[in-house]
């Protein structure tokens, strides 16, 4: 079984920068990409970006665009994600999750395991 554990998160004022890690272990090979989601208080987990293991093929949210990046690093089994720039719009708790298979990687149920998040809170 695939087991995720995310770090990084913390506090930050506005135009900040946090880097977030997901550190995978497990059957890692069985799964096609790695995905960072999100989720505020009363708001349903959306999706921020994703990463393909083999290819490197980064997909990004409209909201996350030119001030986060996604990257990997294979031989350590770890995904990152880089923000920015941070708005107080991006206070949630970040998680990342396995896609086991190819696909549009923007819904939650293309994804399988999940970590248990870590908080991310901008200060305006």
């Known amino acids: 079984q695939v087991q995720l554990v995310e770090s990084g998160g913390g506090l930050v004022q506005a135009g900040g920068s946090l880097r977030l890690s997901c550190a995978a272990s497990?059957?890692?090979?069985?799964?096609?990409?790695m995905g960072w989601f999100r989720q505020a208080p009363g708001k349903e987990r959306e999706f921020v970006a994703a990463?393909?293991?083999?290819?490197?093929?980064?997909y990004y949210a409209d909201s996350a665009k030119g001030r986060f990046t996604i990257s990997r690093d294979n031989a350590k089994n770890t995904v990152y994600l880089q923000m920015n720039s941070l708005k107080p719009e991006d206070t949630a708790v970040y998680y990342c999750?396995?896609?086991?298979?190819?696909?549009?990687?923007?819904?939650?149920?293309?994804?399988?395991?999940w970590g248990q998040g870590t908080q991310v809170t901008v200060s305006s």
């Open positions: 990463i393909s293991w083999i290819s490197g093929r980064t």
């Open positions: 497990g059957p890692t090979f069985s799964s096609y990409a």
């Open positions: 999750a396995t896609a086991p298979h190819l696909g549009p990687l923007l819904l939650v149920g293309e994804y399988d395991y």
